[in-house]
């Protein structure tokens, strides 16, 4: 691997890198070209994982899974990640591992919740306390903090966790700690009031309207729908239940708004949450295309939207880490290649 050939999609121009001490350097001139008929990104990117379990059990993650999740990741050219919490801080050993051996990641820590608000097993917090309770689960995690912001009660439907005033005082107290804040929404009305919270990421957000859509671009926030987690969980909660009927009727407004939220500057990106087999947030970016983007659409929500909303380059600079990901044909066109990639390339070292 003398000479690194690096043509992106939809772009003509194609340029050459060599690799030195696990860095891209400038093209060497001379030696054997590696590459020259594949297509090259930066890395795909899961906005919405749980690395301390490989299914939704709730209980004390496990250190040992979570890095052979986070090493599975890599393998399929998933080099960033964002771990959206758990009943724990496992995702956090994973700063313990060696990069070569783990995708870049954010995360949350112990995800909060209210009495009765989620799955048992979540840390549950009096709303009155939340600035206090960010503050603490903001120094154990890595730049975010996790909130449920609604849940089903018996009897009564989706139910919200907090209010208003609570929701912009736990989103100010973890603003000044240096962390964003993300929080789960399924039921109508949370998005909206979270999203004039103050709220960095809307997760699920099934009930986001077009007015609060513009108001998170205008700030360029964040939104993960997870449409494959929505469906999974019809179809667990039975299609002609009422909690499928309404998670159906959030589906839908989610492909209505698709478009115009990235229009309107919200930063859209894919997250598998529990839907997929391990890693594959490849099948979610191909689901939210189905709502009428574009190829072009689906590689930015899988790399380039969150690759920029986590602060990182866009890839193949000088003297960053050689990471690259290959596929045999042009994802622009042929957008079903990006769930087989040909080569990776992590750190300068290809993998399998």
Same mark, same amino acid.
């Given at each position: 691997?003398?000479?690194?050939?690096?043509?992106?999609?939809?772009?003509?121009?194609?340029?050459?890198?060599?690799?030195?001490?696990?860095?891209?350097?400038?093209?060497?001139?001379?030696?054997?070209?590696?590459?020259?008929?594949?297509?090259?990104?930066?890395?795909?990117?899961?906005?919405?994982?749980?690395?301390?379990?490989?299914?939704?059990?709730?209980?004390?993650?496990?250190?040992?899974?979570?890095?052979?999740?986070?090493?599975?990741?890599?393998?399929?050219?998933?080099?960033?990640?964002?771990?959206?919490?758990?009943?724990?801080?496992?995702?956090?050993?994973?700063?313990?591992?060696?990069?070569?051996?783990?995708?870049?990641?954010?995360?949350?820590?112990?995800?909060?919740?209210?009495?009765?608000?989620?799955?048992?097993?979540?840390?549950?917090?009096?709303?009155?306390?939340?600035?206090?309770?960010?503050?603490?689960?903001?120094?154990?995690?890595?730049?975010?903090?996790?909130?449920?912001?609604?849940?089903?009660?018996?009897?009564?439907?989706?139910?919200?966790?907090?209010?208003?005033?609570?929701?912009?005082?736990?989103?100010?107290?973890?603003?000044?700690?240096?962390?964003?804040?993300?929080?789960?929404?399924?039921?109508?009305?949370?998005?909206?009031? #979270?999203?004039? +919270? =103050? !709220?960095?990421?809307?997760?699920?957000?099934? &009930?986001? %309207?077009?007015? @609060?859509?513009? /108001?998170?671009?205008?700030?360029?926030?964040?939104?993960?729908?997870?449409?494959?987690?929505?469906?999974?969980?019809?179809?667990?909660?039975?299609?002609?239940?009422?909690?499928?009927?309404?998670?159906?009727?959030?589906?839908?407004?989610?492909?209505?708004?698709?478009?115009? #939220?990235?229009? +309107? =500057? !919200?930063?859209?990106?894919?997250?598998?949450? &529990?839907? %997929?087999?391990? @890693?594959?947030? /490849?099948?979610?970016?191909?689901?939210?295309?189905?709502?009428?983007?574009?190829?072009?659409?689906?590689?930015?929500?899988?790399?380039?939207?969150?690759?920029?909303?986590?602060?990182?380059?866009?890839?193949?600079?000088?003297?960053?880490?050689?990471?690259?990901?290959?596929?045999?044909?042009?994802?622009?066109?042929?957008?079903?290649?990006?769930?087989?990639?040909?080569?990776?390339?992590?750190?300068?070292?290809?993998?399998?």
């Amino acid at each position: 691997m003398d000479r690194i050939v690096i043509r992106r999609p939809g772009v003509e121009e194609v340029t050459t890198l060599g690799i030195a001490d696990t860095q891209w350097v400038s093209d060497p001139q001379t030696g054997d070209d590696f590459a020259t008929d594949w297509w090259a990104i930066p890395g795909l990117v899961d906005a919405h994982c749980h690395l301390a379990k490989d299914v939704l059990e709730p209980g004390p993650g496990d250190p040992g899974g979570a890095r052979a999740r986070a090493f599975a990741y890599l393998e399929r050219g998933v080099f960033c990640v964002v771990d959206k919490g758990w009943t724990d801080t496992t995702v956090m050993t994973l700063t313990d591992v060696d990069p070569t051996a783990r995708p870049d990641f954010e995360a949350a820590g112990e995800v909060l919740t209210v009495p009765g608000g989620y799955f048992p097993g979540f840390r549950e917090i009096d709303p009155a306390d939340i600035a206090d309770e960010v503050r603490e689960v903001a120094g154990d995690a890595a730049g975010w903090v996790k909130l449920i912001g609604d849940w089903p009660r018996k009897g009564r439907g989706a139910v919200p966790n907090f209010d208003l005033d609570q929701l912009r005082t736990g989103v100010e107290a973890a603003h000044g700690a240096g962390a964003r804040v993300a929080i789960h929404t399924m039921a109508p009305d949370v998005p909206s009031m #979270a999203v004039e +919270a =103050g !709220v960095d990421s809307i997760e699920h957000g099934l &009930f986001l %309207t077009e007015e @609060a859509i513009g /108001v998170l671009g205008r700030r360029g926030g964040a939104w993960v729908p997870t449409l494959l987690q929505v469906e999974k969980t019809i179809v667990q909660l039975g299609a002609d239940s009422s909690g499928g009927r309404l998670l159906s009727e959030g589906r839908d407004n989610i492909e209505s708004l698709l478009a115009d #939220a990235i229009a +309107a =500057g !919200v930063v859209v990106m894919a997250g598998t949450d &529990f839907a %997929t087999d391990l @890693a594959d947030v /490849v099948s979610e970016g191909l689901r939210l295309g189905q709502a009428g983007l574009s190829p072009g659409d689906i590689i930015t929500m899988l790399c380039d939207a969150p690759r920029s909303y986590m602060r990182l380059t866009a890839g193949f600079e000088l003297g960053e880490p050689a990471d690259a990901v290959f596929f045999e044909a042009d994802p622009i066109i042929t957008p079903g290649v990006l769930t087989h990639p040909v080569a990776v390339l992590r750190h300068g070292r290809l993998l399998g």
